[in-house]
């Protein structure tokens, strides 16, 4: 994303609660928005702090699988799945 570029975003997990943490990186930069712990979903908007990679690190600290179902709309250059 863009500087200042913002996203408005949904996700909500299958299987359980989870820790999050939403971050951006880029240039050398490096910054952690926001952390949540426990949660099943979430929603709001991101802004990006400066240009590069924006984005959320999930924790499974279930015994069970879990599925994230993420949607995002608007000024991302793209989505991508990172394991």
């Given amino acids: 994303m863009e500087e200042g ?10 299987g359980g609660p989870l820790h999050f943490d939403t971050h951006c990186d880029g240039n ?5 928005d926001e952390k949540g712990r426990g949660l099943p979903k979430d929603e ?3 802004e990006a702090d400066f240009t590069g990679n924006q984005g959320w690190f999930f924790h ?3 015994d069970n699988d879990v599925t994230v179902v993420l949607r995002v709309r608007r000024d991302y250059g793209e989505l991508n799945k990172v394991f």
């Fill in 5 to 14: 570029a913002v996203a408005t975003f949904v996700w909500a997990s299958v």
């Fill in 28 to 32: 050398g930069n490096s910054i952690s």
């Fill in 44 to 46: 709001g908007e991101r």
């Fill in 60 to 62: 499974n600290r279930n």
